[in-house]
């Protein structure tokens, strides 16, 4: 009976982000003030990218809680060194029209990828669920190379034999490797 009192008290959300000189400790900072605000941290993006560190956090608690953690987001930042802010938002939902896939690609790095790839993306009303990208060197030639993931809605009433072959346009248009899969399912499966 507890937990049921607990995940109705917890019904407020909000969206974290901070950014700020990478150090150590900071996933440990961010986490102590939203456990100090007695919020709960749902979902969460945290990455070094170039010599800043990222958080953006997913956070629920109860009314109370969650308006006086978004009002104190900028002071809380200044304090642990962090351009912070917070606003409101909806409880996550779960999209039962649609159906998880995974999209990858590896490329040498060229502008305009992400952009070519989500456009398509957009015209099949498909939503980015999650997107993470990358650039290594390649082995070798030490060339540049793009990397993509991201995790997808596919509406079912979308064709995935013509999105793929949307797909397979764009991978001869920008010379990519594109692999459109259902989650679940290594790209071999599908």
């Known amino acids: 009976m507890g937990k049921v009192n607990k995940e109705l008290r917890m019904n407020a959300h909000a ?16 986490s102590a003030a939203i456990l100090g605000y007695a919020c709960n941290i749902e979902e969460s993006r945290m990455a070094l ?17 969650v308006t006086r953690l978004t009002e104190d987001a900028k002071s809380i930042g ?8 917070a606003r409101r938002t909806e409880s ?8 998880p896939y995974i999209l990858e690609s590896s490329s040498l790095d060229t502008n305009g990828i992400v952009n070519s790839v989500a456009a398509v993306l957009r015209r099949y009303n498909i939503n980015i669920a999650d997107l993470e990208t990358d650039t ?14 991201a995790r997808l809605s596919v509406p079912r009433s979308v064709s995935i034999p013509s999105l ?11 010379n990519l490797d594109l692999r459109l899969y259902p989650a679940g399912r290594t790209p071999t499966e599908s």
């Open 78 to 85: 200044e304090k642990l060194g962090l351009a912070a802010s």
């Open 164 to 174: 793929r072959g949307e797909m397979q346009k764009l991978e001869s248009e920008h």
């Open 136 to 149: 290594n060197p390649a082995p070798w030639t030490g060339a540049p190379m793009f990397n993509m993931r």
């Open 49 to 65: 990218l170039g010599g800043d560190f990222a958080v953006l956090i997913l956070l629920s608690g109860t009314e109370e809680a």
């Open 92 to 99: 996550p939902d779960q999209k039962l029209d649609a159906l």
């Open 15 to 30: 969206l974290l982000s901070a950014v700020g000189g990478d150090r150590i400790g900071i996933v440990d900072d961010v």
